[in-house]
């Protein structure tokens, strides 16, 4: 490969169509204040760089980005690019990734609002990452040893595994179908209403009016903290270990705790049959 080395750009598109090309130690920031310094580049490697201008990854193809900085000037920093790794790096760029196939993410931090749109096969590794609105629209999304803070997450998804990783969200997982997570903490409110397919397996949720509307929705050893009114009109399979603060108007299925609070079956505007059994009576 050819290497760029110690080099600064601020032109527009400085970089244009870069073909396997290592860029080494680079800035991307000046008084020219270009767009788009890397686009439609081609294998190529960014390692040891920074980045302070806008759009600098759009269109490229096979790449990686490691042990880099892209800061709150490079707006929308990665958008239709495909078959990436972002490692040791960190993102606080608005908009950071945006329908994107293929994308590898490892002990990276990023802080970026609306982080992940409308994007195909990621995986997340060991990272850190807010925004106010991730995933939205995405599909075959694989995590593990995230920790995670902002709102309105994973909406409209679809194919998600999450493992070992803390969520401090709120209304995540609406709409969203296929997700699976496991021996993880989900912080929030309102979580996954509408949700289809949702499976939590050993995880604590946190928070109020969790689970309601949801089809096919399991819980498997799972514990509830400040859980009030939940599983409204909810077709539900599970099993919690602990205290349940109430439960409403389960729809069908089966739930079982050691203890609840208060049973509402009230007011209810449609049938709901779903059978409650506390066993620690």
């Given amino acids: ?119 195909d096969k990621t995986l997340i590794k060991d990272s850190k990452i807010t925004s106010e609105y991730i995933f939205f629209d995405s599909k075959n999304i694989e995590i593990d040893k995230l920790d995670f803070k902002g709102k309105y997450s994973f909406q409209y998804t679809e194919n998600i595994t999450i493992n070992n990783s803390f969520l401090d969200t709120k209304d995540a997982f609406w709409h969203s179908k296929n997700v699976t997570v496991k021996n993880s903490t989900v912080k929030g409110e309102y979580l996954a209403w509408f949700s289809d397919g949702l499976t939590l397996i050993n995880c604590k949720i946190i928070g109020t009016q969790p689970l309601c509307y949801c089809t096919n929705l399991t819980l498997i050893d799972c514990e509830t903290v400040d859980c009030d009114l939940s599983f409204e009109y909810s077709d539900v399979d599970a099993t919690i270990k602990g205290y349940i603060e109430s439960v409403k108007n389960p729809k069908s299925g089966r739930i079982t705790a050691d203890s609840i609070g208060s049973i509402i079956k009230e007011d209810s505007i449609m049938d709901s049959r779903a059978k409650i059994i506390i066993s620690g009576k």
């Avoid at 050819?2 to 244009?16: Q, S």
């Avoid at 396997?20 to 760089?49: H, M, Q, W, Y």
């Avoid at 707006?75 to 960190?90: L, Q, V």
Wanted: proline content about 3%; glycine content about 4%; aromatic content about 10%.
């Fill in 1 to 119: 490969m050819n290497i760029i080395e110690n080099k600064t750009f601020d032109a527009e598109r400085a970089l244009y169509n870069l073909c396997r090309t290592t860029v080494k130690n680079c800035t991307f920031a000046g008084p020219a204040d270009g767009e788009s310094v890397l686009k439609e580049a081609r294998d190529i490697i960014v390692c040891d760089s920074s980045f302070s201008l806008r759009y600098p990854l759009w269109h490229v193809q096979k790449y990686e980005l490691t042990d880099s900085v892209l800061d709150e000037k490079t707006r929308a920093p990665i958008w239709y690019s495909n078959n990436g790794i972002i490692k040791n790096t960190k993102i606080t760029g608005v908009k950071a990734l945006r329908e994107c196939v293929n994308t590898v993410i490892e002990h990276a931090d990023i802080d970026s609002p609306e982080f992940g749109w409308k994007t």
